[in-house]
C-alpha cells in the first residue's frame, strides 16, 4: 500500500517535472500562460498628442511604377500634413497623410514633410529614390502565419488592415498586411471550402472560397494606405499542400499583380521533388532567378522575399537573383526557445546586409499566437516581458524585417508597447542597413553594436541568464574616447554623459538597448 502510494507520488512527480520542462523549454503556448507574470514593466513611453513622424528617412520604388506611402505619424488626431519638393506624378493627401500616384522619373527626391495638430507640428526629411531598388529600409507589417495558419480568411485580412491603423502599428512604420499559405485551394484538406479546383481553363490559380475577391481585398488595405502581400511556392504544392506556382510562375506572378499585391514570399516547400538530389548553388537558385526576373518585368514595385531556409547560404547570393529578404534559417516558430541562439546565428551574416537586401531571421511572435507545431489556436505567448524586448532589440540591431505574427484582434498594450517604440524601430530602419557586430560574448552575455548614419551608434547590452547582471561596454570596445551622451532607447531617457564606458543592471533574459552619441 506505501510502496503503490510511493510510486504513485513519484509519478506524480516525475509528470509534474517534465510538463514543467516542456512549459519552460518552449515558447509555446498554455492556458495557465494566459496570466502573465504579474503586470510587466512597460518600456515604452506613451505616445505624446503633439505630432512625431516615424517611419524611414529613404524610401526606393521604381520609375513608373504606382506609388503608395502613409507617412506614419503619432499624434492627437486630426492631424494635418504638408510637403515640400514633393516631385510631379504624386499628390498628399493632407488629412490622411497619403501619398499616391506615379513614381516619378530615375532620380533623388528630397521632400520635407509636416504635420500639425492642435498641439504642435513635426517636421521631417524624407527622400525617394526612384530607380531600381527596393526595401531600401527593412520591410515592416504583418504576417498571418503564426496566428492563423490554415485558418485564414478574407474578412481576418481586413481586420488585420483596420487594426494596423487603429492600433497605432502604422503610425510607427508597420506598413505591409500579407497574406501567407493557405489562400488557395488544396486537392486535399480537412476544410472543404479549401478544396476546389486549382486553376481555371486558361490556367489562371484559384483562390479558395474565403477569399472572394483579391482585388477587393487589395484595394481596401490600399485605401488605408498600407500595402498588400501574398504568398506561394515555386513547386506543385506549398508547404501547406495548397497549389503552388510550377510550370505558371510568370501567369501567377502577372495575376499577382493585377490584383495589386506589393510583396511575395516565395517558399520552396515541394519545390525539393522537382530539384532532386541537385544540390548546387544554381539549383538552390534557380526558381528564384526565374521569379525574380519576372518581378522586375512587372509594371508594380513587388517586394521579393525569398523563404528556402537559409540553403546554399542563400544571403550569399539573395540579392543577385532578384530578393529583398530572406531567410537565414527554418521557422523560428520551432525555435522560439533558443531566440538568443537564432540571433547570434543570423549575426554571422551580417556583412549581406545592406539598403534593398536583408537577411530575414523570420518573425515577431509575441502576444497571442499559435503553437508552430499544432498549427494552434492563438494564445498569450508564455515568453517572458524581458525576453521580448531583447526580441524586438535584436530584430533592430540585426536590421532584420520587422514582421509581426502573432493574433491584431487580440492586441494588448503589453506587446504594442514592445512593438512600437519609435526609438528602436529608428535602428531598424536606419539608412546605413547595417547589421549589428556581436562583440564580447560569453555564456551569459553579449553585445550588439550597430552603426547609425549619424555617426552614433546603438549598443544591445544583452543578458540571457536567469538573474539581473550588471554589463559593462567599454569604449575601447567601440573604438570611441572622451565624453559620449548615453540615451536609453526604450525608455526614450537621456542616462547621462560617460566617458571610457558604461555599465548597467540587465534583466534576467533581458536587454538595456541605448545610443551612444558621435560628439
Ligand atoms: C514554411 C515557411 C513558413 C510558412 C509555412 C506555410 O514552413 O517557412 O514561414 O510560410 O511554410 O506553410
Not at 506589393?262 to 541537385?278: E, N, P, R, T, V
Not at 519576372?294 to 547560404?313: P, T
Not at 521557422?331 to 530575414?360: A, T
Not at 535602428?427 to 560569453?442: F, H
Request: a neutral charge; proline letters at 6%.
Amino acid at each position: 500500500m506505501i510502496l503503490k502510494s510511493k510510486l504513485s507520488v513519484c509519478l506524480f512527480l516525475l509528470l509534474f517535472v517534465l510538463l514543467g520542462l516542456a512549459s519552460t523549454k518552449s515558447y509555446c503556448t498554455g492556458k495557465e500562460k494566459e496570466i502573465r507574470e504579474s503586470v510587466p514593466e512597460l518600456l515604452t513611453p506613451a505616445p505624446m498628442s503633439q505630432p512625431r513622424i516615424n517611419g524611414p528617412l529613404v524610401y526606393g520604388c521604381r520609375p513608373g511604377h504606382p506609388f503608395l506611402y502613409r507617412i506614419p505619424c503619432q499624434g492627437s488626431r486630426p492631424l494635418s500634413f504638408s510637403a515640400k519638393g514633393l516631385p510631379f506624378g504624386l499628390k498628399l493627401d493632407p488629412s490622411t497623410g497619403i501619398v499616391s500616384g506615379t513614381v516619378p522619373g530615375k532620380g533623388e527626391y528630397e521632400i520635407t514633410i509636416q504635420a500639425t495638430n492642435s498641439k504642435g507640428k513635426d517636421s521631417r526629411t524624407f527622400k525617394i529614390v526612384a530607380g531600381d531598388q527596393l526595401a531600401l529600409t527593412p520591410p515592416m507589417g504583418w504576417n498571418h502565419w503564426y496566428a492563423h495558419y490554415d485558418r485564414i480568411t478574407d474578412q481576418m485580412m481586413r481586420e488585420a488592415a483596420d487594426v494596423m491603423i487603429s492600433s497605432g502599428m502604422a503610425d510607427v512604420g508597420y506598413q505591409y498586411v500579407n497574406i501567407d499559405d493557405c489562400w488557395m485551394n488544396a486537392p486535399k484538406n480537412n476544410d472543404p471550402k479549401r478544396v476546389g479546383p486549382l486553376r481555371d481553363d486558361q490556367g489562371n490559380v484559384i483562390p479558395n472560397s474565403y477569399f472572394p475577391d483579391m482585388k477587393g481585398l487589395t484595394n481596401y488595405i490600399h485605401a488605408k494606405g498600407l500595402k498588400a502581400g501574398i504568398y506561394t511556392s515555386p513547386g506543385t504544392l506549398t508547404c501547406g499542400g495548397f497549389t503552388g506556382a510550377y510550370k505558371h510562375e510568370e501567369q501567377d506572378a502577372r495575376q499577382f499583380a493585377a490584383w495589386g499585391f506589393d510583396f511575395l514570399k516565395y517558399d520552396w516547400c515541394s519545390y525539393g521533388d522537382i530539384a532532386g538530389k541537385d544540390n548546387s548553388i544554381e539549383a538552390f537558385q534557380k526558381p528564384y532567378r526565374q521569379m525574380g526576373t519576372i518581378l522586375k518585368s512587372l509594371d508594380r514595385d513587388i517586394v521579393f522575399n525569398l523563404c528556402q531556409y537559409g540553403m546554399g547560404d542563400v544571403w550569399k547570393w539573395g540579392g543577385e537573383v532578384g530578393g529583398h529578404c530572406w531567410r537565414t534559417s527554418g521557422d523560428l516558430g520551432f525555435e522560439l526557445d533558443r531566440i538568443f541562439d537564432v540571433s547570434l546565428r543570423n549575426c554571422e551574416h551580417r556583412e549581406y546586409s545592406k539598403p534593398g537586401e536583408w537577411n530575414d531571421p523570420d518573425y515577431i511572435q509575441i502576444g497571442y499566437i499559435g503553437n508552430a507545431g499544432k498549427m494552434g489556436i492563438p494564445e498569450l505567448t508564455a515568453m517572458p516581458a524581458a525576453m521580448q524586448y531583447a526580441y524586438m532589440s535584436m530584430w533592430s540591431l540585426m536590421a532584420a524585417p520587422l514582421i509581426y505574427s502573432g493574433d491584431m484582434s487580440k492586441l494588448d498594450a503589453f506587446t504594442l508597447n514592445v512593438l512600437c517604440n519609435p526609438e528602436i524601430i529608428r535602428v531598424n530602419q536606419d539608412p546605413l542597413g547595417e547589421c549589428a557586430l556581436v562583440i564580447k560574448r560569453t555564456d551569459e552575455c553579449f553585445l550588439m553594436v550597430k552603426n547609425l548614419l549619424d555617426g552614433s551608434k546603438a549598443v544591445g547590452l544583452f543578458n540571457r541568464g536567469k538573474s539581473a547582471m550588471e554589463v559593462k561596454v567599454d569604449w575601447s570596445e567601440l573604438h570611441i574616447t572622451g565624453k559620449h551622451t548615453v540615451r536609453d532607447l526604450w525608455r526614450e531617457k537621456n542616462l547621462g554623459h560617460f566617458t571610457q564606458q558604461f555599465s548597467t543592471s540587465i534583466p534576467a533574459q533581458g536587454v538595456v538597448m541605448v545610443n551612444i552619441d558621435n560628439k
